[in-house]
């Protein structure tokens, strides 16, 4: 199926929104799966040290996750609950992750992202997967969330957007907020770059509002955007109690509505990150 917000575009951006706009719900490679498994369960198990909980609070199918992640364009912490989601269910409950179209539209990235069950982070591919009884996480903070400082890396932060709530409301799915710390220790963004990214005609180009540099391996300070070999951070991650929306059309103009679901929702995660955060040993990669 293809995006039809790609028909007016030309360029760059248009080349971005056209690759980016071609999704389907075929699911994960349980094949491919199969056999990365192995590096995986090492990066998850004893690289990152990954302790997760709350799976009490996942209802039954569909519902809408909705986190904040670290580390763009890697993002190891919401690589690492997609893979412990295929643990825990396998091929029988598909989680679909969701990205932006930058990393979609890369030759290759784009293809592997979609062999992982991964959408393009538009309403359409959402609301479909959604529709169809799919499971769907979404980072609505997107680069202003993933690339925030370090120093800011137990801040929730969904970036003032709430269209995640309108699509809860019109699939009338609830929503499962994801605290997770730790991922930011995997990349420590040192500057997010929002100067450096108009100066280079980035935000309308790519609509990539950011240009971060970060200390990665194995380059030291360099842009994020390089790649790199994660440090080895320890993420904890934790699925809240599932936020409760009302399944009535009218309400996705309702401001008020959706500002106050807005702060449960981000509310939630923030209490969840620090809980979680007072569980460290050490200062970094604790």
């Known amino acids: 199926m293809e995006d039809r917000r790609t028909g007016q575009k030309g360029g760059l951006s248009g080349w971005v929104a056209k690759r980016a706009g071609e999704w389907d719900l075929a699911g994960q490679d ?34 809408l996750l909705v986190g904040i992640h670290s580390g763009a364009p890697f993002v190891w912490d919401a690589w690492t609950v997609g893979l412990q989601w295929w643990r825990r269910f396998g091929p029988e409950r598909t989680l679909h992750g969701t990205a932006h179209d930058v990393l979609m539209a890369i030759p290759g990235f784009g293809r592997f992202f979609r062999s992982m069950g991964v959408l393009p982070a538009a309403p359409d591919a959402i609301a479909t997967a959604l529709a169809e009884g799919r499971d769907v996480a979404v980072w609505p903070g997107g680069e202003v969330d993933s690339l925030r400082p370090w120093r800011e890396r137990d801040r929730a932060n969904l970036a003032g957007r709430k269209g995640f709530i309108k699509m809860a409301i019109r699939a009338g799915v609830p929503i499962v907020p994801i605290a997770t710390v730790g991922g930011a220790d995997a990349m420590p963004v040192l500057i997010r770059g929002d100067r450096l990214s108009r100066a280079l005609r980035l935000d309308r180009m790519l609509r990539l509002k950011v ?17 790199q070999l994660p440090l080895p951070a320890k993420i904890r991650t934790r699925f809240m109690p599932a936020v409760e929306v009302e399944n009535d059309p009218a309400l996705v103009d309702d401001e008020e509505y959706l500002d106050r679901k807005y702060h449960e929702v981000q509310d939630s995660i923030q209490r969840g990150m620090d809980a979680l955060a007072r569980q460290r040993a050490f200062p970094v990669f604790g």
């Open 30 to 63: 349980e094949t491919a799966l199969q056999r990365q498994k192995f590096f995986w369960n090492t990066l998850v198990d004893y690289w990152f040290r990954m302790e997760i909980d709350g799976w009490e609070n996942i209802g039954d199918p569909p519902v």
């Open 211 to 227: 240009f971060p540099l970060a200390i990665s391996l194995p380059w030291g300070i360099a842009p994020a955007a390089l790649p």
